[in-house]
């Protein structure tokens, strides 16, 4: 194991780009959206799908406090309707529901890192593991199919507390469930400001720069996969 894990007894793990990736590049527009919104979706520069995202993102920002599934899916179909309304995309409402619906049950959206599986049934083996995620209620759903969710024993979820990460709360929370001292824990997520906010409540921060072309400046300890870990 490697040295930074001496002496703990909990690791932490973020999901998005540190266990899963998305297979289209993209969380909100996935291969099936890619698909429906075609020939249509590339005529828009980057400028103008950026701004037209940000207004739904900031919908589901302050909507984001969810416990079931089907919540969520009315949730992001509202996401949907806001983008191609103020994109001027023109996706129909049979489309919009097509789209949400594959966003919210379709498995096959997140991708596994290759030494996800490996690496987490090893430090299965020696330390408790949890999630500190922003993410929704069809996440746990994603990681039975995956087979992932047998190797953790707690997780914070954002949906749950209506706060994103590095909103304090997520980490209270999941030191309150995993039952030890902070010290005793490491926190692996793939955005500098997360790991901010952890190391306040004295976690172990370790950055993850696992996806091409994504490799911030840090203070943190790096790693590049999640098999450095071992």
């Avoid at 983008?83 to 529901?97: A, M, Y």
Wanted: proline share 3%; glycine share 6%; net charge negative.
């Amino acid at each position: 194991m490697h040295a930074i894990l001496k002496d703990k007894k909990v690791v932490f793990f973020d999901i998005g780009y540190t266990v899963f990736y998305p297979a289209s590049g993209d969380w909100m527009f996935t291969n099936r959206f890619l698909e429906v919104a075609g020939e249509r979706f590339k005529k828009y520069t980057a400028s103008q799908i950026r701004e037209a995202r940000m207004k739904g993102e900031e919908y589901l920002l302050h909507n984001h406090l969810c416990h079931d599934e089907d919540v969520e899916l009315e949730r992001i179909k509202h996401f949907y309707e806001m983008f191609s309304s103020s994109l001027g995309l023109g996706l129909t409402d049979e489309e919009i529901v097509s789209v949400a619906k594959d966003h919210t049950f379709n498995a096959e959206n997140y991708v596994k890192y290759h030494d996800a599986v490996k690496v987490l049934s090893k430090l299965s083996d020696h330390f408790s593991l949890g999630i500190i995620s922003d993410t929704w209620p069809s996440l746990e759903t994603k990681l039975k199919k995956h087979g992932l969710d047998k190797y953790f024993s707690f997780a914070t979820y954002s949906f749950d507390l209506g706060v994103y990460k590095p909103d304090p709360k997520m980490f209270a929370d999941a030191l309150s469930k995993c039952g030890c001292d902070a010290d005793k824990t490491v926190f692996i997520d793939d955005r500098p400001e997360n790991l901010a906010g952890a190391e306040k409540f004295g976690i172990t921060p370790v950055l993850i720069a696992a996806t091409p072309g994504s490799d911030p400046e840090t203070s943190f300890f790096k790693i590049h996969s999640l098999s450095e870990l071992l």
